[in-house]
């Protein structure tokens, strides 16, 4: 496989407004890499499990934590990202913690040659926080900041000490950046 920097665009599907990354990573690193970075720049804590599915029927994870009795799961450490993402416009899918439920779209965007300087990957920009863990997927994210905004509701409270100070439009790119130096390629 040739060597290549792709740029990948990553999306909380169900975010509105979007919940979003773009960031690139060389194509050689496998999907224990890939399924880091992805944690790293969306802001999860990579306490759930995880699968990447392409073309819907390749399911890739950590055969130590997924029970594979009833479908073909390929291990995440044994393949490159390049190995099945081959073309701009490619697609795919990563579901991180099959309790809530968060699907996020990813797409490559472009493809670059090679260069020697690029180290780690790199985020070149997103958009709006990543939700709290355990918030109870899409649909109880957006609950949870209903309830936070009604203090009238029942449950305001104890939503308000769970989500403390949360800012739906923070992202930090210096800090993602400084944790995915980290990340070794």
């Known amino acids: 496989m040739k060597r290549q920097i792709y740029q990948f665009?990553?999306?909380?599907?169900?975010?509105?407004?979007?919940?979003?990354?773009r960031f690139q990573i060389?194509?050689?690193?496998?999907?224990?890499?890939?399924?880091?970075?992805?944690?790293?720049?969306?802001?999860?804590?990579?306490y759930h499990l995880f699968e990447f599915i392409i073309d819907d029927y390749i399911h890739i994870a950590d055969l130590?934590?997924?029970?594979?009795?009833f479908e073909e799961i390929i291990d995440f450490k044994s393949i490159k990202i390049g190995d099945y993402i081959i073309e701009k416009g490619d697609k795919l899918l990563y579901i991180y913690d099959f309790g809530d439920?968060?699907?996020h779209q990813i797409i490559?965007?472009?493809?670059?040659?090679?260069?020697?300087?690029?180290?780690?990957?790199?985020?070149?920009?997103?958009?709006?926080a990543c939700p709290p863990e355990d918030s109870g997927g899409i649909?109880?994210?957006?609950?949870n900041l209903r309830v936070m905004k009604d203090p009238n509701h029942s449950d305001h409270e104890h939503i308000k000490?769970?989500?403390?100070?949360?800012?739906?439009?923070?992202?930090?790119i210096e800090d993602t950046n400084n944790a995915l130096k980290e990340i070794k390629l």
């Open 26 to 46: 060389l194509n050689s690193s496998d999907f224990e890499i890939f399924h880091q970075v992805i944690q790293t720049v969306m802001g999860w804590a990579d």
């Open 9 to 21: 665009k990553i999306t909380l599907k169900g975010g509105k407004p979007p919940i979003w990354r």
């Open 64 to 69: 130590e934590m997924i029970d594979d009795e």
């Open 101 to 103: 439920g968060w699907y």
């Open 139 to 143: 649909g109880g994210y957006y609950w």
């Open 161 to 172: 000490e769970w989500m403390g100070d949360f800012d739906t439009e923070y992202f930090d």
């Open 108 to 128: 490559l965007e472009k493809i670059f040659p090679f260069n020697k300087s690029f180290k780690h990957p790199i985020c070149l920009g997103g958009k709006r």
